[in-house]
């Protein structure tokens, strides 16, 4: 397909992509600088439709964040309170299965779970928590825990990393989100959450995760504090990580929300950064099989512009999201599958729903 770029160097980037050659950090870098939107999208565009043709997925999905009761108190964050806190609260078991049998009318494929690193609660906690939820959703897929929680459930129960990793999987855990990572860089930790794990803790931990059988999203947010430099370098590092295990299914671009941080003086994202670093991870990512437009952080329509630019999921249904919406997020919380169906058939792609390992849940692919 040809194509004509008003910024010359996206020529030899697109010459790249259609040898198959793995683009650089430099690529990467150009990405992120050009201002030729509408050509980045066409390359972005090209590499979508080879992998994924006209389809673009979706899952009926549904989160659950059981505390936001946090002991890092990341400066990014506006979910997580201190205990006794206007608006700190805790989900007993009792009141996550209440909360669960709620939405039993609805035909839900996977649970989304993540929460805070709440002192007060035990590690039988969290393997009550999935049992709970593996008995009243048998059929769907528990998606739980970041890398950090995990790193605090290991410290919490005195296992190594691998027991923890197992003791969990037997309870019900099949998938992880992939959050946490926030940007693989030691300054932005050091200024954003020093209390956090590091990106070393934070890759040892996604990777013991995968050599356990569990596969993992990926994400970043942007839009804070990093350069354009340490957005590359974050892409190159997870492309690393699944060159070694293939345990990542899907890359989220995450974009952060300033409204009831400390750094609510920082500006939304733009339109076009959003757009960008879809593109950036779909051309970066070459070893990712899919990228998700996140429409609760960029928005519905954004998302369904996304989705010609590298983008080839919109995530889900999300009933229950807590966590963007209490950072100043405008956008639904939560959508019907019709919703979702017609936001990617308007966009001009063919909706297939899927389970969280992309099986098209109707048997048509």
């Given at each position: 397909m040809?194509?004509?770029?008003?910024?010359?160097?996206?020529?030899?980037?697109?010459?790249?992509?259609?040898?198959?050659?793995?683009?650089?950090?430099?690529?990467?870098i150009i990405i992120y600088e050009t201002h030729d939107l509408i050509g980045l999208g066409r390359i972005a565009n090209h590499v979508r439709k080879a992998l994924h043709g006209n389809r673009a997925f979706y899952i009926y999905n549904e989160h659950l964040n059981y505390t936001n009761i946090c002991k890092n108190r990341c400066r990014f964050c506006a979910y997580a309170k201190d205990k006794g806190q206007e608006g700190a609260y805790v989900f007993s078991i009792e009141e996550i299965e209440k909360r669960l049998m709620t939405h039993m009318d609805e035909p839900v494929k996977e649970l989304h779970i993540v929460g805070g690193l709440n002192e007060d609660l035990k590690f039988d906690y969290y393997i009550d928590l999935l049992k709970t939820i593996r008995r009243i959703r048998p059929h769907a897929t528990i998606k739980a825990f970041t890398c950090v929680e995990i790193d605090y459930l290991s410290t919490l129960a005195g296992l190594s990393l691998e027991e923890t990793i197992k003791r969990l999987k037997e309870a019900g855990l099949a998938m992880m989100p992939g959050g946490g990572a926030e940007v693989l860089n030691k300054r932005i930790q050091e200024e954003l959450f020093p209390r956090k794990i590091g990106h070393e803790r934070w890759l040892e931990i996604v990777k013991a995760v995968h050599k356990a059988g569990?596969?993992?999203?990926?994400?970043m947010l942007y839009g804070h504090i990093e350069t354009l430099e340490e957005r590359v370098d974050h892409l190159i590092s997870l492309r690393e990580v699944q060159d070694e295990?293939?345990?990542?299914?899907?890359?989220?671009?995450?974009?952060?929300h300033s409204e009831n941080t400390e750094l609510s003086h920082l500006p939304p994202t733009t339109a076009v950064d959003d757009l960008k670093n879809v593109a950036a991870a779909r051309l970066m990512l070459d070893n990712f099989e899919h990228i998700k437009a996140y429409w609760v952080m960029i928005g519905e329509s954004l998302a369904q512009v996304a989705l010609s630019f590298g983008a080839d999921d919109l995530d889900g249904t999300i009933m229950e999201e807590r966590i963007t919406h209490t950072a100043g997020a405008k956008s639904a919380k939560g959508l019907t599958r019709n919703q979702m169906e017609d936001l990617i058939l308007t966009a001009g792609f063919d909706p297939v729903e899927r389970d969280s390992f992309y099986n098209p849940v109707n048997g048509l692919a």
């Amino acid at each position: 397909m040809q194509i004509s770029f008003i910024d010359e160097r996206l020529e030899d980037l697109y010459l790249k992509v259609l040898k198959n050659s793995r683009l650089s950090r430099e690529d990467g870098i150009i990405i992120y600088e050009t201002h030729d939107l509408i050509g980045l999208g066409r390359i972005a565009n090209h590499v979508r439709k080879a992998l994924h043709g006209n389809r673009a997925f979706y899952i009926y999905n549904e989160h659950l964040n059981y505390t936001n009761i946090c002991k890092n108190r990341c400066r990014f964050c506006a979910y997580a309170k201190d205990k006794g806190q206007e608006g700190a609260y805790v989900f007993s078991i009792e009141e996550i299965e209440k909360r669960l049998m709620t939405h039993m009318d609805e035909p839900v494929k996977e649970l989304h779970i993540v929460g805070g690193l709440n002192e007060d609660l035990k590690f039988d906690y969290y393997i009550d928590l999935l049992k709970t939820i593996r008995r009243i959703r048998p059929h769907a897929t528990i998606k739980a825990f970041t890398c950090v929680e995990i790193d605090y459930l290991s410290t919490l129960a005195g296992l190594s990393l691998e027991e923890t990793i197992k003791r969990l999987k037997e309870a019900g855990l099949a998938m992880m989100p992939g959050g946490g990572a926030e940007v693989l860089n030691k300054r932005i930790q050091e200024e954003l959450f020093p209390r956090k794990i590091g990106h070393e803790r934070w890759l040892e931990i996604v990777k013991a995760v995968h050599k356990a059988g569990i596969k993992t999203n990926a994400t970043m947010l942007y839009g804070h504090i990093e350069t354009l430099e340490e957005r590359v370098d974050h892409l190159i590092s997870l492309r690393e990580v699944q060159d070694e295990t293939g345990g990542f299914s899907a890359f989220i671009p995450l974009a952060f929300h300033s409204e009831n941080t400390e750094l609510s003086h920082l500006p939304p994202t733009t339109a076009v950064d959003d757009l960008k670093n879809v593109a950036a991870a779909r051309l970066m990512l070459d070893n990712f099989e899919h990228i998700k437009a996140y429409w609760v952080m960029i928005g519905e329509s954004l998302a369904q512009v996304a989705l010609s630019f590298g983008a080839d999921d919109l995530d889900g249904t999300i009933m229950e999201e807590r966590i963007t919406h209490t950072a100043g997020a405008k956008s639904a919380k939560g959508l019907t599958r019709n919703q979702m169906e017609d936001l990617i058939l308007t966009a001009g792609f063919d909706p297939v729903e899927r389970d969280s390992f992309y099986n098209p849940v109707n048997g048509l692919a």
